[in-house]
């Protein structure tokens, strides 16, 4: 069965720490790993995207890993910021025209 | 940047009426937009495929009768929640796929900011 876990569930840091997110996936044949931002009542706004030949990717204080061989990824946030507090979703595509398999996401709390 | 949004941003309305949610691409063309819903705290739970042109595909445990979807054109996907009732109340949310790669290669989806229905 295809499936994404996450962790933390939550996770509270301080102002200007770093702080890394873990996603673990079974979902097969592999296409592409997302890591979202979701804010409270928006939608997720992308973050990353990597196939299976990237094994890291960044977009200024956000930093994922991809190991397609243990089938793990993580969201490494560098200096947070109060406006980091969001969840955090990450998002694996199968090959073909197959359902995005979504994680239940992390919610982070950036706190002064 | 691709751009989808959705119209409208929030809606209240009485037990029994429907309430319609527009979706567009604005900046690409999607011959394939989603529908999710999102309860609090929860992920997003896939609805329906909305493909332009054809019937939607319903997931499992979606009533298409009350969920109805129509996707008129590349650039527009409705979902019209009929005779709505508190429990229909939640977080909605569409994408759109670039299929065409026109903003991006990696045939992504990208979503809307959300619509809030609450029914009373």
């Known amino acids: 069965k295809n499936q994404v876990e996450q962790s933390p569930q939550s996770l509270i840091i301080l102002e200007g720490k770093n702080c890394t997110l873990q996603?673990?996936?079974?979902?097969?044949?592999?296409?592409?790993l997302r890591w979202y931002k979701q804010d409270t009542g928006r939608g997720p706004v992308s973050l990353t995207i990597?196939?299976?030949?990237?094994n890291t990717k960044s977009n200024g204080r956000y930093t994922a890993t991809l190991d397609a061989d243990t089938k793990q990824s993580s969201l490494h946030i560098t200096a947070s910021q109060l406006s980091d507090s969001a969840s955090y979703i990450c998002?694996?595509?199968?090959?073909?025209?197959?359902?995005?398999?979504f994680g239940k996401g992390t919610r982070l709390s950036v706190i002064a | 940047g691709a751009v989808v949004s959705q119209h409208p941003s929030w809606v209240i309305c009485k037990s029994g009426t429907s309430v319609k949610i527009e979706c567009r691409s604005l900046?690409?063309?999607?011959?394939?937009m989603f529908w999710y819903r999102q309860f609090p705290k929860q992920s997003l739970m896939l609805m329906a495929t909305s493909n332009e042109g054809s019937k939607a595909t319903y997931e499992q445990g979606v009533e298409k009768d009350k969920f109805l979807i129509n996707h008129a054109s590349l650039t527009l996907s409705t979902l019209t929640v009929t005779s709505a009732h508190p429990e229909d109340s939640s977080f909605y949310i569409c994408?759109?796929?670039?299929?065409?790669?026109?903003?991006?290669?990696?045939?992504?989806?990208?979503f809307g900011p959300g619509t809030r229905l609450t029914v009373l």
């Open positions: 990597m196939t299976f030949s990237e």
């Open positions: 900046d690409f063309q999607a011959t394939t």
């Open positions: 996603c673990n996936y079974t979902v097969s044949p592999f296409s592409n």
């Open positions: 998002v694996v595509s199968a090959q073909g025209n197959t359902p995005l398999v």
């Open positions: 994408s759109a796929r670039d299929s065409r790669g026109s903003v991006s290669s990696y045939n992504e989806q990208f």
